[in-house]
């Protein structure tokens, strides 16, 4: 079964600097998309960014991009020039729809504090 | 920009009640999603719906869970008979295509007492 890891359980970062966060997954499939949603105080789930895994080229949404490692299955996410508006919980996600599936399968998050 | 709508945004119920989670996806989507968060836990994924019938479910979908497209807007899961470990965060989400990012509405909190 696919497993999404996220070994940081919490990280905190200054305003306007650099953090990333990581992901791992386990996955025998070749062809398949990661995705992560950022969860605000509110709860609601919001899609920050979405990498096919075909493409070699790592997804960049504003100040949000990934490093998308095929080999090593790795998946992190890093937020630049953070702002307050960032603090929130951070999930990981796999799917792989080409396989008949299209459930989300998520990682345990991270929650981000920004200090200002 | 068109998003999910869920209602109600909170819910409390007793033990042993039915409970009915509305939803409304986005409106040129035929893929619908129910997803539970437990507080403090991961996102869990509950079953999948298309054309009309389920597509796929997980071991927590057992037989006190229901999905519904009632009508062509509204996509309901019904609890039948509530316990409190159903005590969570309820997500639908939609997509346009299999391969097609999924969009989360904002959540029903439903607390069974």
């Known amino acids: 079964a696919q497993t999404v890891t996220q070994s940081q359980p919490e990280m905190s970062v200054q305003e306007a600097e650099t953090v990333t966060l990581s992901c791992t997954y386990d996955?025998?499939?070749?062809?398949?998309?990661l995705f992560w949603y950022k969860q605000p105080p509110s709860r609601q789930m919001i899609l920050v960014i979405r990498?096919?895994?075909?493409?070699?080229q790592n997804a960049t949404e504003n100040r949000f991009s990934v490093n998308f490692q095929k080999a090593a299955k790795s998946f992190s996410l890093k937020i630049s020039d953070s702002q307050l508006g960032d603090a929130a919980m951070y999930f990981c996600?796999?799917?792989?729809?080409?396989?008949?599936?299209?459930?989300?399968?998520f990682g345990k998050g991270t929650k981000l504090t920004v200090n200002p | 920009e068109p998003e999910v709508t869920q209602t109600p945004s909170h819910q409390v119920t007793q033990m042993g009640q039915e409970v009915i989670l509305r939803c409304v996806p986005i409106?040129?989507?035929?893929?619908f999603y129910w997803y539970r968060q437990i507080l403090g836990q991961k996102v869990e994924f509950l079953v999948s719906?298309?054309?009309?019938?389920?597509?796929?479910k997980s071991e927590i979908f057992d037989d006190q869970f229901s999905v519904e497209r009632p009508d062509g807007s509204n996509f309901t899961l019904k609890i039948r008979s509530t316990k409190l470990e159903d005590s969570a965060m309820y997500f639908c989400?939609?997509?346009?295509?299999?391969?097609?990012?999924?969009?989360f509405g904002p959540g029903t909190r439903l607390l069974v007492l």
């Open positions: 996955t025998s499939e070749s062809d398949y998309y």
């Open positions: 409106s040129n989507h035929l893929y």
């Open positions: 990498q096919e895994a075909y493409k070699q």
């Open positions: 989400a939609s997509s346009g295509g299999r391969e097609e990012t999924q969009y």
């Open positions: 996600a796999y799917n792989w729809p080409q396989g008949g599936s299209e459930k989300l399968v």
């Open positions: 719906f298309y054309n009309n019938e389920i597509s796929e």
